[in-house]
């Protein structure tokens, strides 16, 4: 799997999640050794909290997560 800008991660509450919910990380801008990505726990307020992790802290962020077809 690729990552691209502007991709939506449901994460699973296993790896990273608040309680026992899943959260969705949003790609907000990919560059070479970063990511930049907004997490919130509802896709369809839009209210949550930008962070930056490597692109390696990334992929076990979203390790067994899905990506949504939601843009």
């Not at 309680?19 to 369809?44: C, H, P, T």
Request: aromatic residues 8%; proline residues 1%; contains cysteine.
């Amino acid at each position: 799997m690729k990552l691209e800008q502007g991709q939506v991660w449901k994460t699973s509450p296993a790896v990273h999640g608040h309680g026992d919910q899943s959260l969705f990380l949003r790609i907000v801008q990919l560059e070479r050794l970063a990511v930049e990505y907004k997490e919130m726990a509802n896709l369809l307020s839009k209210d949550g909290k930008h962070k930056t992790a490597t692109k390696k802290e990334f992929c076990r962020l979203i390790k067994g997560a899905t990506l949504s077809d939601y843009k």
